[in-house]
C-alpha cells in the first residue's frame, strides 16, 4: 500500500529561487516538490506537498496528519526558532517527522541556532540545500520499514 509524507514548508519559503539564491540555492518550491515525487513513487511513497504563511495552518495540518499520513517532512521556516504550538503539534501526533533546512542553521545568526521543531523530530538534516528534502524522504523510508 502506498503510503503518504506530509511535507510541510513555512512562512516565506514560497520566494524560494527567486531571491537570497546564495543562502537558499536556485531551485523554486516547485522544483523541489517534482524531485520529491520522483524520488518517493519507486520507494511506494506519496507526496502531500504544501506550503503556508500562516502558523495556524501548520499546526491544523500536524493534526490532521494524525489520520491521513504515515510521516510529516517540515521545514518551518523561521517559525522553527519561535513556535512552542507547532512543537506542541508535532508532540501530541504518533507520526515520525524530519527536520529539514536548506541552509545550515548552526552556521548563521546565534538566534537560528535553537529549533523548537527538533525536540519532537526523528532527526534534522541542516545544509544540503534542496537535496536535504530528498534525503528526508531516504530516512522517512528506513522509518516506516
Ligand atoms: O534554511 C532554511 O531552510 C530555513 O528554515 C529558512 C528560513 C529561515 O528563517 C530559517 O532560519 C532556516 C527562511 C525561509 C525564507 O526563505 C526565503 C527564500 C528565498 C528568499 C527569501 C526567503
Known sequence: ????????????LNLLGTREPEIYGIATLDDIKDS???????LGLSIDFRQTNAEGEIVNWIQEARENHQAIIINAGALTHTSVAIM?????????????HLSNIFKREEFRHHSYISPAA??????FGAIGYLMAIEAIDNILN
Do not use: Y
Open 88 to 100: 506542541d503539534a508535532l508532540l501530541a501526533v504518533n507520526t515520525p517527522s524530519v527536520e529539514v
Open 36 to 42: 520529491m515525487i520522483g524520488k518517493a513513487a519507486p
Open 1 to 12: 500500500m502506498t503510503k503518504s509524507i506530509l511535507v510541510i514548508n513555512g512562512p516565506n
Open 122 to 127: 526523528v532527526g534534522m538534516i541542516t545544509g
